[in-house]
């Protein structure tokens, strides 16, 4: 009969907690990469726009078409910077989560240690039990057939 290890219920939840921690990790790391995603979309165009925009200087432009240009280019750099701040939020947050699951990670691990001894406790007083128990019998067994021996001698 084995006793159950008195903080189980705290292991359990421990294991749940850093599974969810590593679960909400996983997507706080797929959505920084979304985001740096679009942010390197976001870059990309506006030098491909910027080199639209030098080309048709060269060629030539209306000063109409050079605020469109002018002012497009402003917006693609509002785009960016805010998307540059989602980046840094998204990267902080990923962080935070990276703590919690190691947080939750170590308490995992500690719940799994006195786990470990607890079962290696019992299992030593289990051992001790059946070698006593063998001793017991072995030291039976030889007062029984020492009692045989010492009954065959005085006949």
């Given at each position: 009969?084995?006793?159950?290890?008195?903080?189980?219920?705290?292991l359990?939840?421990?294991?749940?907690?850093?599974?969810?921690?590593?679960?909400?990790?996983g997507?706080?790391?797929?959505?920084?990469?979304?985001?740096?995603?679009?942010?390197?979309?976001?870059?990309?165009?506006?030098r491909?726009?910027?080199?639209?925009?030098?080309?048709?200087?060269?060629d030539?432009?209306?000063?109409?078409?050079?605020?469109?240009f002018?002012?497009?280019?402003g917006?693609?750099?509002?785009a960016?910077?805010?998307?540059?701040?989602?980046?840094?939020?998204?990267q902080?947050?990923?962080?935070?989560?990276?703590?919690?699951w190691?947080?939750?990670?170590?308490?995992?691990?500690?719940?799994?240690?006195?786990?470990?001894?607890?079962?290696?406790?019992?299992?030593?007083?289990?051992?001790?039990?059946?070698?006593?128990?063998?001793?017991?019998?072995?030291?039976?067994?030889?007062?029984?057939?020492?009692?045989?021996?010492e009954?065959?001698?005085?006949s």
């Open positions: 009969m084995t006793a159950q290890f008195h903080l189980q219920p705290l359990d939840l421990a294991n749940t907690r850093t599974d969810e921690a590593a679960r909400r990790l997507e706080l790391v797929a959505a920084e990469r979304d985001q740096a995603q679009k942010l390197e979309m976001l870059e990309t165009y506006r491909e726009y910027n080199e639209r925009f030098v080309q048709a200087a060269r030539g432009m209306s000063p109409d078409a050079w605020r469109n002018s002012a497009f280019m917006k693609l750099d509002e960016i910077a805010a998307q540059r701040k989602l980046v840094e939020q998204s902080a947050r990923t962080v935070e989560g990276q703590q919690s190691i947080a939750q990670h170590t308490r995992l691990k500690a719940f799994d240690t006195l786990s470990q001894r607890h079962r290696s406790a019992l299992d030593q007083a289990e051992s001790r039990r059946e070698q006593k128990q063998a001793d017991e019998h072995a030291a039976r067994r030889r007062f029984d057939s020492g009692s045989d021996d009954g065959e001698g005085e």
